[in-house]
T-cell receptor, first 115, second 111 residues
Framework: DAGVIQSPRHEVTEMGQEVTLRCKPI?????LFWYRQTMMRGLELLIY????????DSGMPEDRFSAKMPNASFSTLKIQPSEPRDSAVYFC?????????????FGPGTRLTVL | KQEVTQIPAALSVPEGENLVLNCSFT??????LQWFRQDPGKGLTSLLL?????REQTSGRLNASLDKSSGRSTLYIAASQPGDSATYLC??????????FGKGTTLSVSS
């Protein structure tokens, strides 16, 4: 398997623009997670899905952020409008979580810079 | 609210040295604890997972321990190599799914 795929790898945009980050999880994984990593706050969970259904979105910072998972092989994280403080690396991860020893598999991340 | 702390934030050692990375968490009600490695510009890779009923896990030169009652875990790296240079992240799982991460320890091993 190719692993978790994220696109784009780098995104530079101007304040106020809409940004869409994309993720393709590993086939067969029922759980999908979106994280954000900054120097100040470290790695934080934004939202996660189980079988395409959002389970916990308490980490989504505000209404400007939204996430969808229209099918088992694709998810998006959208920021509208973007602000400079949204600059961070956004990671997508997936997991089968079929047994207690299953872990999460991370994508390479999208580095977002909002000017 | 669960908080995970990693000390030190950065560590530099010469090649061949044995070293210990520390992780502490505030709520002992965890499902498991994991150690990840992150290389610059890359995603995270799982190194070791310790279930709440276990005390330690080993993989090659790595050994991770868990003391739930005191809210502590350590990652022991034996005979460190320059290839071990990376950021090491500790994460706890309150319910077996979502993870709460520490900010990591950045390790530099010089040859």
């Amino acid at each position: 398997d190719a692993g978790v795929i994220q696109s784009p790898r780098h995104e530079v945009t101007e304040m106020g623009q809409e940004v869409t980050l994309r993720c393709k999880p590993i086939s067969g994984h029922d759980y999908l997670f979106w994280y954000r990593q900054t120097m100040m706050r470290g790695l934080e969970l934004l939202i996660y899905f189980n079988n395409n259904v959002p389970i916990d979105d308490s980490g989504m910072p505000e209404d400007r952020f939204s996430a969808k998972m229209p099918n088992a092989s694709f998810s998006t994280l959208k920021i509208q409008p973007s602000e400079p403080r949204d600059s961070a690396v956004y990671f997508c991860a997936s997991s089968p979580y079929r047994v207690s020893t299953d872990t999460q598999y991370f994508g390479p991340g999208t580095r977002l810079t909002v000017l | 609210k669960q908080e995970v702390t990693q000390i030190p934030a950065a560590l530099s050692v010469p090649e061949g040295e044995n070293l210990v990375l520390n992780c502490s968490f505030t709520d002992s009600a965890i499902y498991n604890l994991q150690w990840f490695r992150q290389d610059p510009g890359k995603g995270l890779t799982s190194l070791l997972l310790i279930q709440s009923s276990q005390r330690e896990q080993t993989s090659g030169r790595l050994n991770a321990s868990l003391d739930k009652s005191s809210g502590r875990s350590t990652l022991y790296i034996a005979a460190s190599q320059p290839g071990d240079s990376a950021t090491y992240l500790c994460a706890v799982s309150p319910a077996g799914t979502a993870l709460i991460f520490g900010k990591g320890t950045t390790l530099s091993v010089s040859s």
